[in-house]
């Protein structure tokens, strides 16, 4: 079992910045792909930016050039820089990992959530 536990929400000015971080772990750990989604009040979750365990990112396109997805395999944490912050950006961020076969997922893991507030 992948436990991921989320650090670093909170309340932020447009314009300012905030940096998420995301441990894993667990027994027998394997994970390919991470990254981060969002939920605002009302809407559907949504993919943010994910990371391959080789380093590829890719972003949402309301992100791009905003936030940077990065990881540290040895430790298992992945991070969420994000700059230049909206007031639209406001949701609860979860992390989520998965273990896959190919293109096939084996197992997806998430986290509790992190409450980020981006305030006019």
């Known amino acids: 079992q992948v436990r991921l536990v989320e650090s670093g929400g909170g309340l932020v000015q447009a314009g300012g910045s905030l940096r998420l971080s995301c441990a894993a772990s667990?027994?027998?750990?394997?994970?390919?792909?991470m990254g981060w989604y969002r939920q605002a009040p009302g809407k559907q979750r949504e993919l943010v930016a994910v990371?391959?365990?080789?380093?590829?990112?890719r972003y949402a396109d309301s992100v791009k050039g905003r936030f940077t997805i990065s990881r540290d395999n040895a430790k298992n944490t992945i991070y969420l820089q994000m700059n230049s912050v909206k007031p639209e950006d406001t949701a609860v961020y979860y992390c989520?990992?998965?273990?896959?076969?190919?293109?096939?997922?084996?197992?997806?893991?998430w986290g509790q959530g992190t409450q980020v507030t981006v305030s006019t």
């Open positions: 989520n990992a998965k273990y896959l076969a190919g293109r096939v997922v084996r197992a997806e893991y």
């Open positions: 667990g027994s027998g750990l394997s994970i390919n792909d």
């Open positions: 990371i391959t365990s080789g380093g590829s990112a």
